[in-house]
């Protein structure tokens, strides 16, 4: 059987994880989240479960306050649960120090947010390239990696357009290119489209659900559009501190 040389392995990502063994990319055991407040504690999870497969796109649901926001954070290692195991991508997200944490995220995580928050002195392509160049990526080859995502999402030709130059709906493209640029293994999104027209949300909807399948993704997205929901391989609902499998 021919083997893959070391230098060509970076460059077939897609069938580089084909092989990989199938064991969940999220798994969440009795996670628990309590905050202090000036009225006593107040707990969101308490016995939180959850296995996330390789490939798989699921939507969060639930009322405003669930908690939905705080979970995304605890999985991509931008908050630590108060207790239970964290497993994301393979890593116990939970023990990782300030550091790790940054580089972990820059390896392994997209994130996309509701608002863009591109940083509006530089152009769209330099945006993209801000995780490479993190990375310590030297800069020329940071931005060919960003003109290319640009392509991806369809903007090659805005490049060279500042964040208040864009549309809505581009600049939230921009975005979800500077989430990928990294070819992380998992995208977290929180409510990518509520700042959205009804047209323009169900485009960029479109776009992450082509991504997520041609570069083999695993995406959870929190969203109250129930119709784009209901596009995921599955829907949970958070109610209580639990989550429950949900049918609109």
């Known amino acids: 059987m021919p083997q893959t040389s070391p230098a060509a392995a970076p460059q077939t990502t897609r069938s580089a994880r084909a092989t990989e ?8 055991s009795n996670l ?10 107040l707990t969101l999870f308490r016995g939180l479960n959850l296995e996330v497969q390789p490939g798989e796109m699921v939507a969060i649901v639930g009322q405003s306050g669930a908690g939905k926001s705080t979970l995304l954070h605890i999985l991509g290692a931008l908050d630590a649960p108060t207790a239970g ?12 120090s300030p550091r790790e944490a940054a580089a972990f995220r820059n390896r392994e995580i997209g994130y996309v947010w509701q ?10 392509l330099e945006n993209v390239a801000m995780p490479l160049l993190a990375r310590g990526l030297r800069k020329s080859e ?22 208040g130059e864009l549309s809505g709906g581009e600049q939230q493209r921009v975005a979800l290119a ?20 009804e047209t323009t949300a169900g485009r960029v909807f479109d776009l992450i659900e082509r991504l997520h399948a041609t570069h083999g ?3 959870i997205l929190v969203t109250h ?9 599955r829907i949970l609902r958070l109610e209580s501190g639990r989550l429950a499998a949900y049918t609109p």
Not at 115 to 124: G, I, R
Not at 225 to 233: F, T
């Open 178 to 197: 500077r989430s990928l640029v990294n070819h992380p293994r998992l995208l977290l999104a929180d409510e990518p489209t509520g700042d959205l027209d």
């Open 115 to 124: 608002f863009h928050y591109l940083l509006p002195e530089f152009t769209a």
């Open 217 to 219: 993704l695993t995406s």
């Open 21 to 28: 063994p199938r064991a969940p990319i999220i798994h969440l």
């Open 225 to 233: 559009n129930m119709e784009l929901a209901a596009r995921c391989s």
């Open 32 to 41: 628990e989240k309590t905050y202090t407040t000036a009225r006593g504690a």
């Open 85 to 96: 195991t964290v497993t994301c991508v393979a890593v116990n997200v939970a023990q990782l």
């Open 142 to 163: 940071a931005l060919a990696a960003a003109a290319k995502w640009l392509g991806e999402v369809g903007l090659e030709d805005r490049g060279d357009h500042r964040p």
